[in-house]
């Protein structure tokens, strides 16, 4: 069983700090890395993708993939009220349920920005 | 240019009745994908279809549930013998090809089975 997880939260930060976000990934194998912003009744939207170890950074937001400790997390820099969602961890990897990779999803960490 | 669109946007049925439901991708994109997500919960593959190759129907739930593609385009999911537990809002995804990274959602279908 391939296995995405977070923490459900919800992760209350006041606005202005950094909020973190963590996702662990069972499958050794797993080759790239995403995180979906989805507001509350709306459909996800890709924010960050990652497939080396290490950082990557796209404005605000920052994208950390450690393979060796499967796990992947994404900090979001000076929070604003407005990045209030659910964040969505997905993993693509090979061999799952015989496709040659599909993307497995956690179930999302909500995150709350206090104005 | 047009995003991925989906209809209804919201179904309501009685249990046991057979639903469709509709997905119109992004012009031009050869993968599609479907999902459902349950309240609270993350998304669930169900299935998925690129270009002209046999569709990978591995996350179907069951055999009540079935999806075909037309043309390369639209796709129809249908559900028979709806259930309660089918209750959810149902994804569709598209992506210009089976290795591209960013799939782009469309609004979702609400499916409510009574």
Known sequence: QKEVEQNSGPLSVPEGAIASLNCTYSDRGSQSFFWYRQYS?????????????GDKEDGRFTAQLNKASQYVSLLIRDSQPSDSATYLCAVKTLNYGGSQGNLIFGKGTKLSVKP | ?????????????????????????????????????SLGQGLEFLIYFQGNSAPDKSGLPSDRFSAERTGGSVSTLTIQRTQQEDSAVYLCASSSDRNSYEQYFGPGTRLTVT
């Not at chain 1, 009744?41 to 170890?53: A, Q, R, T, V």
């Not at chain 2, 209809?7 to 993968?31: F, M, W």
């Open chain 1, 41 to 53: 009744g709306k459909s996800p939207e890709l924010i960050m993708f990652i497939y080396s170890n």
């Open chain 2, 1 to 37: 240019g047009a995003g991925v669109s989906q209809s209804p946007s919201n179904k309501v049925t009685e249990k046991g009745k057979d639903v469709e439901l509709r997905c119109d991708p992004i012009s031009g994109h050869t993968a599609l994908y479907w999902y459902r997500q």
